[in-house]
């Protein structure tokens, strides 16, 4: 697929089944024969307290993105999600959460166990800098000003100094590689195919 810019601004979004929060979709990945997806990427806003869905047979990272903390209760352990740090878990295993500060906006990636393997990197983007997003790669904008250079020049709203990125915008990467630069925090996310051996 080649490179291109996913406007947050454009995407739709769906409450959850247990009305604890809403879900934006970004991207999805290939599926199996009888599933609708072997990878997901989703901006989330959790409003309350509750449990979240399972997902059996699936991996999950979760990063904080706006907010201060998510204590998350996985398989009977607590842990406390601070923000920008990703951290990884079952997606089938029972898992539930409290807001100890208030309302947060999570990052989630989900991918099939065997198929995929996920990464979630927070870095500082820089000016002098252009931060390359490859094949398998999104990188999405979590604060700060920031512009795209796509291999192409069709990108909507391109000028010679980039493409503008507001806030939650996503630049899939390509070959080709997009470049980001600027100020402020990117995630990268990155979907390789198989399981991770490590």
Known sequence: MPAQIIRFADLRPERWKNGGGT????????ADPGTDWDWRLSIADVDRAGDFSAFEGMERVLTVIDGELLVLTVDG???GLERYRPFRFDGGAPASAVLPTGSIRDLGLITRRGAFTGYVTILELSKKRPLPLGPGQLGVLLQGDAVAHLPSSAAPGATHDGTPLARYDTVRGGEPAPTVAGR???????????????
């Open 77 to 79: 352990t607590e842990h």
């Open 184 to 198: 402020g925090f990117l995630a990268v996310v990155s979907v390789v195919p198989g399981a991770d051996d490590a």
């Open 23 to 30: 879900t934006v979709e970004i991207a999805r990945g290939p």
